[in-house]
């Protein structure tokens, strides 16, 4: 899994500042899925992406967090205006096609700290 | 609404032995299971996986078994070693369900291997 490249590994904010979070997909996968895990829980779907579309956003908070995955570029999940409660491990995962076919990968993460 | 549940947070195994992982999934759309490994502060790592149109399907010292008249799942290690200490993630993925998309994530399995 190290071909899937999150960064930054670590990223302190206060409340109410911007935090934005970095996934660069393994070479020629062109889907990319993002978690969230919570302390003390599993790892809980986000936001499915392929190039330049949103595929399935159900499970992104309805305010504050959005996502891309633009043509050129890493995909970016950016969560607006920080509370403590995303404090978080983020992951962000790629797979050649969808993953009823095949496995993601998994990047090694962000840990939000909101302070 | 958990949808894939690991109903052992924790699990202890001697050296040597079997180690059996259980997962139960409630919707009957999902049609291909995967296991995952995690370290701590580090991404989910890809061990196994199989399709509904299977029982068994084994990798070495893996093995995953699938029960669909049951919806229940289970990994077994065997024999264990100490560096599979890990939480150990069970998902379902469905291509009709939600077009080959999102993984749906258990709430993991602490194993530890004691030498």
């Known amino acids: 899994n190290a071909g899937v490249m999150q960064n930054p590994r670590h990223l302190v904010r206060r409340r109410g500042q911007e935090a934005r979070l970095r996934c660069s997909p393994m070479?020629?996968?062109?889907?990319v899925y993002w978690y969230r895990q919570l302390p003390e829980e599993g790892l809980k779907f986000m936001v499915y992406?392929?190039?330049?579309?949103?595929?399935?956003e159900s499970g992104m908070p309805k305010e504050r967090f959005s996502a891309e995955f633009p043509k050129e570029g890493p995909s970016i999940l950016r969560i607006q205006q920080v509370v403590r409660g995303d404090s978080a491990a983020y992951f962000c995962?790629?797979?050649?096609?969808?993953?009823?076919?095949?496995?993601?990968?998994f990047g090694q993460g962000t840990r939000l700290t909101v302070v | 609404d958990q949808q894939v549940k690991q109903n052992s947070p924790s699990l202890s195994v001697q050296e040597g032995r079997i180690s059996i992982l259980n997962c139960d999934y409630t919707?009957?759309?999902?049609?291909?299971f995967l296991w995952y490994k995690k370290y701590p502060a580090e991404g989910p790592t890809f061990l196994i996986s199989?399709?509904?149109?299977?029982d068994k399907n084994e990798d070495g010292r893996f093995t995953v078994f699938l029960n669909k008249s049951a919806k229940h799942l289970s990994l077994h290690i065997v024999p264990s070693q100490p560096g599979d200490s890990a939480v150990y993630f069970c998902?379902?993925?469905?291509?009709?369900?939600?077009?080959?998309?999102?993984?749906?994530f258990g709430q993991g399995t602490e194993l530890s291997v004691k030498p």
């Open positions: 995962a790629s797979s050649p096609q969808g993953t009823a076919l095949g496995e993601a990968f």
């Open positions: 998902a379902a993925s469905g291509r009709i369900y939600n077009q080959g998309g999102k993984l749906i």
């Open positions: 992406l392929q190039k330049e579309n949103i595929i399935d």
């Open positions: 070479k020629g996968h062109s889907h």
């Open positions: 919707n009957s759309m999902f049609d291909y």
């Open positions: 199989i399709s509904s149109i299977k």
